[in-house]
């Protein structure tokens, strides 16, 4: 098991451009957590999904984002025209009933819109 | 509005020296609380959990967090760290009608344990 992984590291657009990010979890976590991280503040909680269907969405989630778990494995994120106040750490995170719920993360995209 | 306050940005502490990371919250529902660490360059991870029962709750790592509900607080504290604990340190909870991993963070604590 090679962890939650998210790609790419590392993603530079310029302001107005469209972005996606993908999150593979843990194989067999049947649920998936979006969260955003901005300089010196703590992650903030974006969207869960349980299998393919996403059950909450925060208000932080504006119509430009949307997320997408197709098949109950691995989950997107896009953000449509970008604006720089986009730029943060996007992290993504699993968990499982079988390991009580113990989210893992992944070391997140980091996104810088010019 | 729930929220997480974590009291000092840094700690700066000397090995082997006893440190306490402060953290309160409120809300006003019952609550689940979480200390989550991150190491340089690495992911977030989970150090300790509050669900229930016994409010001591101890890592693998020899920290320990007690559940304070007529404080609202869930301090971590260590009797003595290691250079390897330097590291940032974010407390969360997660309010029970909401799934347990729609976390609200603190802004987090970097401690740097210096030799």
């Known amino acids: 098991d090679t962890g939650v992984s998210q790609n790419p590291r590392h993603k530079i657009t310029k302001r107005g451009q469209n972005v996606t990010f993908r999150c593979d979890p843990i194989?067999?976590?049947?649920?998936l957590y979006w969260y955003r991280q901005t300089l010196g503040q703590g992650p903030e909680f974006l969207t869960y999904?349980?299998?393919?269907?996403?059950?909450?969405k925060s208000r932080l989630l504006s119509d430009r984002f949307s997320a997408e778990r197709p098949k109950g494995s691995f989950s997107t994120l896009e953000i449509q025209r970008t604006e720089q106040g986009d730029s943060a750490m996007y992290l993504c995170?699993?968990?499982?009933?079988?390991?009580?719920?113990?989210?893992?993360f992944g070391s997140g995209t980091q996104l810088s819109v010019l | 509005a729930q929220s997480v306050t974590q009291l000092d940005s840094q700690v700066p502490v000397f090995e082997e020296a006893p440190v306490e990371l402060r953290c309160n919250y409120s809300?006003?529902?019952?609550?689940?609380l979480f200390w989550y660490v991150q190491y340089p360059n690495q992911g977030l991870q989970l150090l300790l959990k509050?669900?229930?029962?016994?409010?001591l709750v101890e890592s693998i790592n020899g920290f320990e967090a007690e559940f304070n509900k007529s404080q609202t607080s869930f301090h971590l504290r260590k009797p003595s760290v290691h250079i390897s604990d330097t590291a940032e340190y974010f407390c969360?909870?997660?309010?029970?009608?909401?799934?347990?991993?729609?976390?609200?963070f603190g802004k987090g604590t970097k401690l740097s344990v210096k030799p």
């Open positions: 999904f349980q299998n393919e269907a996403q059950l909450e």
């Open positions: 194989s067999e976590h049947n649920r």
């Open positions: 995170a699993s968990s499982s009933r079988a390991t009580n719920e113990k989210l893992f």
């Open positions: 809300s006003s529902v019952s609550v689940y």
């Open positions: 969360a909870v997660s309010e029970g009608f909401r799934s347990q991993g729609n976390l609200i």
């Open positions: 509050y669900l229930s029962g016994s409010t």
